[in-house]
């Protein structure tokens, strides 16, 4: 199997998650999920807890905050879907940790050539009003750009809105 890379965009509890898990077991291959957050409060905590009750025990947990190019190089396979859940959380690990450039480099670099199913989901951040901090600027920015350049690699872009999915890209279209 060759490899199929598709992108899942949308807003806070837009139905993005669901719809990725759902695709990922259609593909009826081998289940890998790829968790970038990273339970910092309690709240999130319960999040993680939520998405991992949700997904039941057929899949394998990879938790990785930041080195993402380089856990889907080691998980890939074409036997395997792998999910990555979520590129926005991705992101603002990696700005924290001042890695940002180096991460998102090393990513675009390995994503073509990756084996199997690839299943990326990402916040739209960018319909929302520009918010008032540098930080916050330079991240909907760079979530921006991501996406943009994401959706160049991808086979299939989807954008979720209140749980219902649109095509912005589909496999005929690749």
Known sequence: ????????LGGARSGKSMLAEQRAVDSALELVYVATA???DTEMGERIAHHQRRRGENWALV?????????????????????????????S????????EREKARLLEVLPGLSGHIV?????????????GELSRQFVDESGF????????????????AGLPLALKSPQEA
């Open 1 to 8: 199997m060759m490899q199929f890379c598709e992108l899942i």
């Open 38 to 40: 990273t339970a910092g």
């Open 63 to 91: 938790e990785e905050p930041v080195a993402l190019a380089d856990t889907l190089l080691q998980h890939q396979a074409r036997t395997r879907c792998i999910l990555v859940d979520c590129l926005t959380l991705w992101l």
């Open 93 to 100: 690990n990696c700005l924290h940790q001042q890695c940002w």
């Open 120 to 132: 990326l989901v990402s916040n739209e951040t960018g319909l929302g009003v520009v918010p008032m």
């Open 146 to 161: 991501l996406h943009q350049q994401l959706a160049a690699l991808c086979q299939q872009v989807t954008l979720t809105v």
